[in-house]
């Protein structure tokens, strides 16, 4: 499309689905680099186009890269995670309303949510043989802003050695926190952060994971990755907890 092409020295991010997966990430002759910096931050710094994650990849995809890095899931993932109301996206709805969200929770789009492709794309890029189900149940939750997500895989595993891989990740990356503490939603709200918690309970492994989804589940993470594509400071305007939203 001649009529709309891109000059050669824009850069862009666009936090819509448009461009996410492998199959339709290019345009116009551009190649559209998944953002999330944990997992491809290199390919970012060298990207004239990104793809934002969308706010339920991010919240579930860090609670699973270090597993999937080194070849540690086995068996299917089962995952729960519950979102504010503005995680509904842009059309208005009646479940958006807070008279019906306060006091109020339920479950949508059960093991059919748009993305879970984004999320088996990232777990099969750091290991190809993941050949198990992902499944998860989106609900919405009576509150904002935030995405509180619990993840359990059935297994063999050794806390203390899971607990060491993802610090091995992590401890580089400026905005994802292991937690020895109990995490919840109001901890990470008006941050980029993602703090996770993990537990290793009757052979199943349960990685508690929390965003704001405004902000490391989009405008957040947009400005992080626009800070590495332009060489600056990975953290530039992205430390301070605003006092108003």
């Not at 904002?144 to 899971?162: A, C, M, N, P």
Request: glycine letters at 6%; proline letters at 3%.
């Amino acid at each position: 499309m001649e009529s709309n092409k891109i000059n050669e020295k824009t850069k862009i991010i666009d936090l819509s689905t448009d461009f996410r997966h492998k199959n339709n990430s290019l345009f116009n002759g551009l190649e559209f680099v998944y953002g999330l910096p944990e997992l491809n931050k290199e390919k970012i710094k060298k990207a004239k186009a990104i793809a934002n994650p969308g706010c339920f990849a991010t919240c579930i995809q860090l609670a699973l890269l270090p597993l999937a890095q080194n070849k540690r899931l086995d068996s299917n993932i089962h995952v729960t995670a519950t979102t504010g109301s503005t995680g509904a996206g842009q059309s208005l709805s009646e479940t958006s309303h807070f008279s019906w969200r306060s006091n109020n929770q339920s479950a949508y789009k059960v093991l059919e949510h748009q993305h879970e492709k984004e999320i088996l794309e990232s777990v099969t890029q750091l290991q190809g043989s993941f050949d198990k189900q992902l499944l998860f149940v989106p609900q919405r939750g009576a509150f904002t802003r935030g995405i509180y997500s619990v993840t359990h895989i059935k297994g063999k595993f050794d806390l203390d050695e899971i607990k060491t891989l993802y610090k091995q990740l992590y401890e580089p990356q400026p905005f994802v926190h292991l937690a020895s503490f109990d995490i919840d939603v109001k901890q990470v709200v008006n941050t980029n952060n993602c703090f996770l918690n993990i537990h290793y309970q009757k052979d199943h492994l349960v990685i508690i994971s929390a965003i704001d989804n405004m902000i490391k589940g989009a405008a957040g993470q947009a400005i992080q990755n626009m800070n590495l594509i332009f060489d600056l400071n990975e953290t530039t305007g992205l430390n301070l907890k605003p006092s108003t939203y």
